[in-house]
């Protein structure tokens, strides 16, 4: 019987049972559960994806699986491409930065729709995003990625992968197949659509619910994968390293699942903004000044974030991407949701004025993957020579500086009340925390497939 790192992730995939789990794990499931559903549910609404869910939908043809934010249904394969594409359009959807990226955007969409074409019960849909949650993050943590990499949708894969052969009842060796299958099924992906604003990026997470889908089936089908998967992928290809003991490290230890140990997304915006954006706004809260006060503003952020210095974002993807301009936005606009990056605002002649004196530095010893150093410092410099500076290590939303349970709910509904409205909001959020008890996760996910 194989012994290998894989394998050992492979037996805590099939033998990983809610009830042997604490409460705390089974409520961050469903909080992940319900952001992410939120995500799904506002990006949905963007021209592109109500085009793309269309055609998907006929290019699928009938199937039992939502299509969420639109009243139709696909087979699960097109329903996760979509619906996974959809969540990450506005970047609200939660991440994990012990393992770098978005874990729950690229396995919830796929463990959504395998479960509902199987009929499965809620609890076993919040089982199999449990086990893909853990397996992406610690795919995630034991690879040094290059920096070119951007890692979105590479981890993933293999999660979904996880979770479709949890809910297909696979052994541990069939689910170690499947995973190594989809290994080598990841999309390659670099920054560049994100800097300039493509949309094409947001395919990532889409790709890699629809592979690991695929990859799941495929180990049905008598294909044969590669002796390990990650390791070929990531120790030369997409990675500098990988640290096969890492993925293990603890696993299954309790109070150690990575789902407890997430962020969720208060600014609209990649990751890297966060810690400098909250620095902005603590500086903000503490002193008065205005826009027309400020000669500069300095922000120092991991290395990474250099390529996050445009002044001037071509469009609202890219806007996501430009710490400037974020900046910028929360002194000028005073908001940093979803509405600070609307086309309108990113070509507001203010804001980017302002964008122009913000610079960013880095410092080789920050990184996101640290909660011992600080993640973002920033510095205002006004013109009357006050400096004003704070730091953020853990930025508001993180595990180690959590939001509220009413800040979390507020933000659901802000995301979803155009497409639920009131009623739907309350329904959503009742079936997400009765989901255990849910004897088909389709009593859930049949609220979702409204809207047009």
């Known amino acids: 019987m194989p012994t290998d790192y894989l394998y050992r992730l492979a037996e805590f995939v099939t033998e990983t049972r809610l009830s042997d789990l604490d409460e705390a794990t089974a409520a961050a499931a469903k909080d992940v559960t319900l952001d992410t559903i939120g995500a799904m549910l506002a990006g949905s609404r963007l021209p592109e994806n109500a085009n793309f869910a269309r055609w998907a939908a006929g290019v699928s043809g009938p199937g039992r699986a939502a299509v969420i934010g639109h009243p139709v249904k696909a087979q699960a394969l097109w329903a996760a491409m979509v619906n996974a594409t959809a969540g990450v359009a506005l970047e609200m959807d939660e991440g994990n930065r012990l393992g770098g990226g978005h874990p729950a955007i690229h396995v919830i969409p796929g463990a959504l729709a395998v479960a509902e074409d199987l009929g499965a019960s809620g609890r076993a849909f919040l089982e199999s995003v449990i086990v893909g949650y853990e397996v992406i993050s610690r795919i995630g943590t034991a690879t040094e990625v290059r920096p070119e990499i951007h890692s979105h949708g590479t981890w993933g894969t293999i999660g979904t992968a996880a979770a479709a052969s949890r809910l297909l009842g696979f052994d541990a060796g069939q689910t170690r197949l499947a995973m190594n299958l989809a290994m080598s ?18 395919l990532y997470p889409g790709r890699s619910g629809f592979q690991g889908i695929m990859a799941a089936h495929l ?30 490290d603890g696993l299954g230890a309790a109070g150690e699942f990575r789902i407890r140990r997430n962020y969720f997304k208060f600014h609209a915006c990649c990751l890297y903004n966060h810690p400098v954006l909250d620095a902005v706004q603590s500086v903000l809260r503490k002193h008065e000044f205005v826009a027309d006060d400020i000669e500069r503003i300095k922000v120092t952020a991991p290395p990474i974030a250099q390529i996050m210095a445009d002044p001037q974002p071509a469009n609202m993807l890219a806007s996501k991407f430009s710490i400037p ?24 002649p203010a804001t980017q004025a302002l964008a122009q004196r913000v610079e960013v530095a880095a410092d080789a010893a920050m990184s996101l993957r640290r909660y011992d150093y600080p993640a973002a410092r920033v510095a205002v410099h006004l013109k009357d020579r006050r400096i004003l500076e704070a730091a953020v290590t853990g930025q508001h939303g993180d595990y180690t500086n959590p939001a509220s349970r009413d800040e979390l709910l507020g933000k659901f509904r802000f995301l979803a009340r155009d497409t639920l409205g009131d009623g739907g909001l309350r329904r959503v959020i009742d079936a997400v925390a009765g989901l255990d008890e849910l004897d088909d996760v389709g009593s859930l996910s049949g609220l979702l497939a409204v809207g047009g």
Do not use: H, K
């Open 185 to 202: 099924m990841s999309p390659a992906n670099t920054w560049t659509p994100c800097i300039e604003g493509a949309t094409v990026r947001n």
């Open 219 to 248: 180990a049905t089908c008598g294909f044969t994968a590669i002796a390990d998967g990650p390791a070929d992928l990531y120790a030369s290809v997409l990675g500098a390293g990988f640290d096969a003991a890492a993925v293990i």
């Open 325 to 348: 301009y974020a900046v910028a936005a929360a002194i000028r606009q005073g908001v940093t949701d979803v509405t600070a990056f609307y086309p309108e605002r990113v070509n507001d």
